[in-house]
């Protein structure tokens, strides 16, 4: 008989490994600055090569997989530093986010990444990351039996808003903002409950609209994803006013 331990969910050739994936795939249209956002050069360099600095200085990711539009040709330019073992690139961006995802976990398992490892889904436009924050994520979830998120509680008042006979936004309600938080990203969950938690919602027209990150995927499954408390500098960059701050707070970094 041998002598081999058995093979456990707690051996350590069990143990799950860390993925980064960053969907960057979008048009930014909402940005305004006349191509996509994620290459609007921002202190200094793209919106996308301060990202993917701090993935790529959080020892725990094994890899950090950017996900491009099958067109683009640009990236290259724009994050040069981006290189290295630890840095892959796949050109199989979908037509929405959740598309984009999808396809870049089918990828992350074509270069050997396994159903119970960790996968970090994260904007390319949330520039301002630090490492520290994607290494309390992964502390604070690699224990859970569903994953989590970043985000924060909400702060200011919530409106509900209705469009006027002038055609102006206005505030028709006051909405309870208790026990509401602000999702940020990264959001981390297993490859083996992300993929079919997507694909199931984008099967549906109805159930893919409903899908605005990953963990509205996860909830649609009836789990419950862990809240991690995240930082208020980890904005994303959407609109023209954004640029000017991100300057300002990556600039007081340097």
């Known amino acids: 008989m041998s002598d081999a331990m058995p093979f456990t969910l707690t051996s350590p050739d069990f143990l799950p490994r860390c993925y980064a994936l960053?969907?960057?795939?979008?048009?930014?249209?909402?940005?305004?600055?006349?191509?996509?956002?994620?290459?609007?050069?921002?202190?200094?360099?793209?919106?996308?090569?301060?990202?993917l600095a701090a993935l790529q200085a959080v020892p725990r990711l094994v890899a950090t997989l950017v996900v491009l539009s099958p067109a683009d040709d640009q990236f290259e330019r724009h994050a040069p530093a981006f290189t290295g073992e630890r840095a892959w690139v796949a050109r199989v961006g979908g037509a929405t986010r959740a598309e984009s995802v999808v396809n870049g976990l089918a990828e992350l398992l074509a270069r050997g990444a396994q159903p119970h490892d960790w996968v970090l889904v994260h904007d390319a436009a949330r520039c301002l990351l630090r490492p520290e924050w994607v290494a309390r994520l992964i502390a604070d979830c690699e224990a859970d039996e569903v994953g989590g998120l970043l985000a924060l509680p909400l702060?200011?008042?919530?409106?509900?808003?209705?469009?006027?006979?002038?055609?102006?936004?206005?505030?028709?309600?006051?909405?309870?903002?208790?026990?509401?938080?602000?999702?940020?990203?990264?959001q981390m969950f297993r490859l083996g409950l992300l993929r079919p938690a997507l694909a199931s919602a984008l099967s549906d027209p109805v159930s893919a609209a409903a899908i605005t990150d990953e963990?509205?995927?996860?909830?649609?499954?009836?789990?419950?994803?862990?809240?991690?408390?995240?930082?208020?500098?980890?904005?994303k960059v959407t609109w023209p006013g954004d640029f000017a701050l991100a300057e300002r707070l990556l600039r007081t970094r340097a």
């Open 155 to 186: 702060a200011d008042t919530l409106k509900a808003a209705v469009r006027g006979a002038d055609g102006e936004a206005r505030a028709q309600a006051t909405v309870d903002r208790t026990a509401k938080w602000a999702a940020q990203t990264p």
């Open 215 to 235: 963990a509205s995927a996860i909830e649609a499954l009836g789990h419950m994803p862990r809240l991690v408390p995240g930082d208020w500098e980890n904005i």
């Open 22 to 51: 960053v969907p960057c795939a979008g048009v930014g249209e909402r940005a305004g600055v006349g191509g996509p956002k994620q290459y609007h050069p921002v202190a200094g360099q793209a919106v996308v090569a301060h990202t």
